[in-house]
């Protein structure tokens, strides 16, 4: 083998390498920068792409899809002096990959001390109930902080989100009896407005009870005086008939009349309770006349009705002129002349 030879096979080597560093496939996902004598140059996109050999060189090849990152733990003291371990967790997204590469060192490490500082601060600005209870509103603030504070860095904070708040074991054993004392409360407050519910629904019942009650007894009053009223009102329409009939010179109408109050009296006495024994200062042979006067007038009353009912069966009337009926015997009620 001649110098030649040799010389033609170097070259088509060198040929060779050359080409293959001067091609250059970036997979999806990816962005390469490109630095010529170590400075940046241009950005290849995912693709083939053509570069100058032994000028050129790929800086850093940066991930463009979206990424996430653990926040270690770490303890926070929040505004009222209660200590609390905090850990969480961020996802990021690089928009700009040159500035990814030479805007900050050490990404991901810059972006874990940030979050974790602007933790402390935001919940070192709230309570304690605040920060176990608001975490929404922890994960929006602090999302709202890092993401203005990496824009410079071709960065995009999509979310930051809190795993766990851990209290220490003494706050969370006060909490847990808080917990209790509170729910024992309500259901002695529930307790107590059942009771209060159930004695006004009582009351209520009694009242209604009571109102219909008086609302009976005045109807009932109502109905004994109209008895009463309308008993007054026989009373003095009998007396009134007892008086024209006096008038009229009927005294036996007055001896039924008075014996008919003789006799009720009498029945009073004879009903009442307390009775055992009744003694009667008075006649037998009064009561009896008494009778015997209203007999007569019941015969009276009778025998007309006799007479007129034989009057109207067409009986044919007696030749001889009527003989008067004998006259009662004379009552003990009869006024002395």
């Known amino acids: 083998m001649t110098g030649f030879d040799i010389f033609a096979i170097a070259f088509l080597l060198l040929v060779i390498v050359t080409l293959f560093a001067g091609v250059k496939t970036v997979p ?119 993401d203005a ?37 309500r259901a002695d407050i529930l307790q107590a407005e059942g009771q209060r519910q159930s004695e006004i629904l009582r009351a209520e019942g009694a009242k209604q009870g009571q109102i219909l009650q008086a609302e009976g007894r005045k109807e009932a009053a109502f109905r004994d005086a109209e008895a009463r009223e309308r008993s007054a009102e026989a009373e003095a329409k009998a007396t009134q008939m007892v008086s024209e009939a006096i008038s009229k010179g009927d005294v036996a109408a007055l001896n039924y009349f008075i014996a008919d109050k003789y006799i009720k009296a009498f029945g009073q006495l004879a009903e009442s309770p307390n009775q055992k024994i009744l003694m009667l200062p008075i006649e037998a042979t009064s009561i009896l006349g008494s009778l015997a006067g209203i007999g007569e007038i019941a015969k009276a009353t009778f025998g007309d009705a006799a007479t007129a009912a034989v009057a109207r069966r067409g009986s044919v009337p007696s030749t001889g002129p009527a003989t008067p009926p004998p006259p009662p015997p004379p009552s003990p009620f009869s006024p002395q002349r």
Request: hydrophobic share 45%.
């Open 28 to 146: 999806q996902g990816y962005d390469w920068t490109i630095e010529r004598f170590g400075k940046y140059t241009r950005t290849l996109s995912p693709g083939l792409n053509i570069i100058v050999p032994y000028f050129d060189r790929v800086g850093r090849k940066m991930n463009m899809m979206e990424q996430v990152i653990n926040i270690p733990e770490q303890e926070v003291i929040t505004k009222d002096n209660a200590t609390v371990t905090v850990d969480g967790v961020a996802f990021f997204q690089v928009f700009d990959a040159a500035k990814a590469s030479y805007e900050v060192a050490h990404l991901e490490q810059a972006i874990i001390v940030l979050t974790m500082t602007n933790i402390r601060s935001v919940m070192g600005s709230m309570d304690l109930d605040q920060v176990l209870s608001h975490r929404d509103e922890i994960n929006e603030r602090l999302l709202r902080v890092v």
């Open 149 to 185: 504070a990496v824009s410079p860095w071709g960065l995009k904070v999509n979310r930051i989100e809190i795993k766990d708040i851990v209290p220490p074991a003494d706050l969370v054993e006060a909490m847990g009896r808080q917990m209790k004392a509170e729910r024992v409360k």
